[in-house]
């Protein structure tokens, strides 16, 4: 009976990939949301710790810009896969995790490199940018006051 109970019980990943390390053995107990160990997987996925403020606004989807201290010459672009949905509280703060995933693999990042990813949350399009420094007031000195003229 306790041999059918256990077929019903699966352990599945979200992607293919490779195990690199297995924690537990026949037997062990493992409980929801614990590591039985790491697979190593071709596609390269980004996880970025954001507060709770920055993670309300982010979703699967969005795209984002990836940069590496270790290769300062490397820009990324990815997409948001998944952001959690329980958050980490630590010292008091909350943090929840956000996975992107690499529109292109580069073999020169590597398992654990610092990132810094800038997630778009909303486009605008057909929209002029200028800077603040080039706009100027009647007067000549620098402002942010735009008329509309007719």
């Given at each position: 009976m306790r041999k059918k109970k256990l077929a019903d019980y699966t352990v599945r990943a979200p992607f293919d990939g490779v195990i690199a390390e297995f924690?537990?053995?026949k037997g062990d107990t493992v409980s929801a949301g614990s590591s039985v160990g790491m697979l190593?997987?071709?596609?390269?996925?980004?996880t970025i710790s954001l507060n709770e403020v920055d993670a309300a606004k982010v979703?699967?989807?969005q795209k984002a810009t990836l940069i590496f201290d270790a290769v300062s010459?490397?820009?990324?672009t990815g997409e948001v896969a998944e952001v959690d949905a329980?958050?980490?509280v630590s010292q008091g703060v909350v943090s929840y995790n956000v996975k992107v995933v690499f529109d292109v693999q580069?073999?020169?990042i590597k398992p654990g490199?610092?990132?810094?990813a800038n997630i778009i949350i909303s486009s605008k399009p057909n929209v002029l940018m200028v800077k603040t420094s080039a706009i100027k007031n009647q007067d000549g000195s620098s402002?942010?006051?735009l008329k509309k003229t007719a």
């Open positions: 924690n537990v053995k190593v997987t071709k596609q390269q996925i980004a979703k699967v989807g010459d490397l820009t990324i329980v958050g980490t580069d073999e020169r490199m610092t990132v810094t402002g942010y006051l």
